[in-house]
């Protein structure tokens, strides 16, 4: 198991880094190389799904935990699943969540846009989904981990053993040590399957009206925006509602992609003018009634970016910015609006676009991006200088609005941006294990200063 | 399938491809005996295989360098479950060629781990098989053992022998209706394979290679290139003629 010097991207593919990456072939192997103490900062590395940098780390060690991926136990009774870190939702999904006879079976709480990440990495990171609102986070559904630290100590941590790092581990971006295994509670839902409705919106004004009409009644929403359109047509869209339909099962869905992009065209295939096709095209696909109503798996409303493997190669060989950021309820409105009209100034942007109101379930994570207010992502092919200027113009108006952008997607915020909006972060330094680091904590200051070297 | 669920077992049940292959299995509702040295890495493998669906999972510590205990590795797998309906042998090791050429003891394990234990074993399973007039024995050889090459040709030989055993084997097996099946992976990027720059379009996964194992025990096949076109690449690698050969660096 020696570690080789290698250069790697993340998911944006805009941010490069060479360094030595190692691949332990199981927990106890992966505990010892904290240990010694290490000569370079190390992080860990899962499915190598996060855009930005949380996951990069120029000059230091890279654990892949690609082979902690053993399932360890399950409980049919409880929904209680240990698994090893390196274990992905989509084996999660083919391995559990197979339906019963009635339809009914045992489901994730909460998933994010892509089922190829690892357990490991939906702590770190505390990922979301659509059912926010309803569920919360990843990390509201975590009952407790396994933590490797440099001292040699591998701890348990939970609601009640070692609560301070278990919180701190919730959306703490692998920098409270290395997570090893971890106990999520499932949910056991009555039909797989689910009921979705997707509905035609001509502003931001009826996003807001038909969120509020779904939240009690649907507990997966999301929409889908126009990131083009400005005036009178700003923030118009598709609204996506779903539920779980009682007695319908669902099979799980592959555990890779059938198709993927082979190699990264010379130039991105997302631009200006395809993306003006796209969301005409789009924007009609509901026909004149503007709505439509379906049952069908989960696997189409849960993971679009997963229906084509490597689809991140679409965007060139300069890669694509990801932005995403919350914007508390008193301000989402504006914000909201501030952030839309600055993309569409810009002219830049992406089919990809995706609105939604994280609701007030809060997560355990002292560091956890989710937050009561409205988020949006998009991606940004990389046009250099413009796309930076664009994201600080956005970085603004988030400040402005006391919102915060979610790390797994930044390339580019000021250390200043991630002081205001993550108030913990002075409590969150205690929790820190000081062989851990990763280029995000060290371009953000996350690091107490007499620390750093 | 019959009403009862398929018995497996697996030697060398940590090696990659065979925790590939046990998954696959263990998904299936199959049962399986699990065979290997490292008694934690069995441990675990057999939890996982158990949440994935395996209704049975025993394990088994087992030094296959120990010829002289291969007899008793045969029956304690054999009789775990009451018989088996597929053996997987899928312990190896890759030396490297300087080494082996320096160094004879290493030549010598080598040779071993790669070929006499592995026969030896095929052999002492072949007998149970045999009464039992149904069941395949599946066992990893290589593409190396195809044709002798300057860069491996210890373990090309060991492989190639083990190759030549399986043949015979199957000779006399038929008319006991045991399929014996010669899997022959090219590049699989695995724990043993991890010095070398692994990927590319040569190199396939551990999870393709179990697949394509698993499908050709279903057909019972005989010799199985994977991926297939490692059937290509070693016909014009067997034919090249030999002042060609002699000139390249295989």
């Known amino acids: ?453 | 399938m019959t009403l009862t669920a398929r018995r497996v077992a697996i030697f060398g049940a940590t090696s990659d491809i065979a925790i590939a292959f046990a998954r696959r299995c263990a998904e299936a509702r199959q049962r399986l005996v699990l065979v290997g040295r490292d008694r934690a890495a069995l441990d675990r493998l057999a939890a996982d295989l158990s949440v994935r669906g395996a209704p049975q999972v025993e394990v088994q510590e087992a030094d296959f360098a120990r010829t002289a205990a291969l007899a008793a590795v045969a029956e304690n797998a054999w009789s775990a479950l009451g018989g088996l309906d597929v053996a997987l042998i899928a312990y190896g090791s890759l030396p490297d060629q300087a080494r082996v050429s320096a160094d004879a003891r290493e030549g010598e394990a080598a040779l071993a781990l790669n070929f006499v234990s592995p026969a030896l074993l095929c052999d002492a399973l072949a007998a149970r098989f045999e009464v039992g007039k149904a069941g395949t024995i599946a066992v990893i050889t290589s593409v190396a053992g195809d044709r002798g090459r300057q860069s491996n040709y210890l373990y090309g030989a060991a492989k190639g022998g083990l190759q030549k055993f399986l043949e015979g084997l199957r000779h006399r097996l038929f008319k006991a209706n045991v399929a014996v099946l010669d899997v022959r992976p090219g590049f699989v990027a695995t724990k043993m394979t991890a010095h070398l720059p692994q990927g590319g379009p040569l190199w396939a996964t551990p999870e393709k290679v179990a697949g394509d194992i698993e499908a050709a025990i279903a057909k019972r096949g005989v010799v199985l290139y994977t991926p297939w076109f490692w059937f290509g690449i070693m016909a014009i690698v067997r034919t090249l003629p030999r002042p060609l050969f002699h000139r390249s660096k295989l």
Not at chain 1, 2 to 16: F, Q
Not at chain 1, 190 to 202: N, P, W
């Open chain 1, 1 to 453: 198991m020696e570690p080789v010097r290698r250069a790697y991207r993340s998911w944006g593919g805009v941010l490069r880094a060479e360094g030595d990456v190692v691949r332990p072939r199981d927990p106890q192997s992966a505990a010892r190389l904290l240990l010694a103490p290490p000569a370079a900062p190390v992080i860990a590395y899962g499915c190598g799904r996060s855009y930005g940098d949380v996951a990069l780390n120029p000059g230091g060690l890279l654990v892949e935990t690609r082979h902690l991926d053993c399932f360890l136990a399950f409980d049919p009774e409880t929904g209680l699943l240990t698994c090893e870190a390196g274990v992905r939702l989509a084996d999660i999904f083919a391995v559990i969540s197979r339906p019963q006879a009635d339809g009914s079976g045992w489901m994730l709480p909460v998933v994010p846009g892509t089922r190829f990440v690892s357990v490991g990495g939906a702590i770190a990171n505390d990922v979301h989904g659509k059912n926010d609102h309803a569920c919360g986070s990843f990390g509201n559904h975590v009952e407790r981990l396994e933590l490797a630290r440099s001292d040699g100590s591998r701890l348990i941590c939970s609601r009640t053993e070692n609560p301070g790092l278990f919180c701190a581990t919730i959306g703490g971006l692998g920098l409270t040590g290395l997570i090893l295994s971890a106990t999520l509670r499932l949910r056991k839902v009555s039909g797989l399957a689910l009921e979705s409705e997707e509905i035609r919106f001509g502003d931001l004004d009826e996003f807001f009206a038909l969120d509020a009409e779904s939240a009690e009644a649907w507990e997966y929403t999301a929409a889908w925006v126009d990131c083009l359109a400005g005036g009178a047509q700003l923030g118009r869209g598709i609204y996506l509602r779903a539920r779980h339909a009682p007695s319908i099962g669902a099979e799980p869905p592959s555990r890779e992609t059938k198709i993927a992009v082979p190699f990264a065209p010379p130039i991105s295939a997302v631009n200006a003018l395809s993306l003006r096709a796209f969301n005409a095209a789009y924007l009609r696909k509901l026909g004149r009634s503007g709505r439509k109503t379906q049952i069908a798996s989960y696997e189409k409303t849960f993971f679009p970016l997963d229906a084509i493997g490597q689809w991140n190669k679409l965007y060139g060989p300069r890669g694509f910015y990801q932005f995403q950021a919350v914007i508390p309820p008193q301000a989402a409105r504006d914000g909201t609006a501030d952030l839309l009209r600055a993309i569409a100034d810009a002219g830049q942007g992406s089919m990809l676009v995706v609105l939604k109101r994280f609701g007030s379930v809060g997560s355990p994570g002292l560091m956890s991006f989710p937050m009561p207010g409205v988020t949006l992502a998009l991606d940004f092919p990389n046009l250099g200088d413009d796309t930076l200027r664009l994201l600080r113009r956005l970085e603004d108006i988030v400040v402005t609005a006391r919102g915060r952008i979610y790390p797994a997607k930044d390339f580019s915020m000021s250390a200043a941006t991630y002081e205001k909006g993550y108030p913990a972060l002075s409590a969150f330094r205690h929790f820190l294990d000081p062989a851990m680091s990763s280029a995000f904590s060290r371009r953000v200051g996350i690091h107490p200063a007499e620390a750093q070297t």
